[in-house]
């Protein structure tokens, strides 16, 4: 199968009954200051380089921001934090990423949620997640061929990618690298290519507001995944 159709196949997936209905509840409900705009309300794809040298993985989109434009990161506080670090570091063309029409474009670098669809609190279950694995490990096989950096954000993006890599056929260290902010791991590609893991803080409000993850934070290991991906 092709990235396309494995994007048509996702955008139509009902597999997880709470995050259908959270999804499309959402939707329906739509917050005050979005009101009058349409709300995508299904899963999400990912988004940008189909051949990327740097892949970030994230956790699922959010309620008013991805699933509402139909972009990941796109439209919420974590995106503006994310896109306005990728620009700085040149791996993005403008430095917001408002909806899906704004002329933005991702430089040799792919987005993939963990899991595709919103879930409440911003917290999918385990069964949801598992549910939901097999996407991302075929987007994964299908787009990793010339991957040399993965941007994991939050403990929940550096295990998901731990999995998966070893699902399609990576080498990868054991025991288990911990993450953390600028922790690193190299995984070995079946082809001999190493791909490095790269932690960050996740750019939740939560992070940024508290100041855990700062600008300067976050600019570092984008920068480390820019410079990986000139390699
Ligand atoms: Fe399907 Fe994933 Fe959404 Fe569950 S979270 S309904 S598996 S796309």
Known sequence: ATLDDLEAAISVCRACDRLVRWREDVAVGKRASFA???????P??????????????G????????????RIFTGDRSGDWLF???HRVGLAVQETSLHAGDGQRLVRTRMVATVRCAPPDNKPT????????????????????RLRAVVCLGSYGW???????????????RPKPRFGHGA???LVAPDGREVVLLGSYHPSQQNTFTGKLTEPMLDAVLG????????
Not at 36 to 42: D, F, L, S, T
Not at 44 to 57: K, R, T
Not at 126 to 145: F, G, K, M, N, Y
């Open 126 to 145: 385990t069964d949801e997640r598992d549910t939901c694995a097999p996407w991302l490990h075929r987007e994964v096989a299908l787009v990793s061929d």
């Open 159 to 173: 295990d998901a990618a731990l999995r998966v890599f070893r699902e399609v056929g990576y080498d990868v260290p």
């Open 36 to 42: 009058g705009e349409p709300y995508w309300g299904r």
């Open 224 to 231: 480390r995944a820019a410079s990986l991906a000139a390699l």
């Open 84 to 86: 306005a670090s990728l």
């Open 44 to 57: 999400i794809g990912g988004w940008g380089d189909p051949h990327p040298s740097v892949l970030i993985m």
């Open 184 to 186: 690193e791991a190299v």
């Open 59 to 70: 956790l699922a989109p959010a309620a008013n921001g991805g699933n509402r434009t139909g």
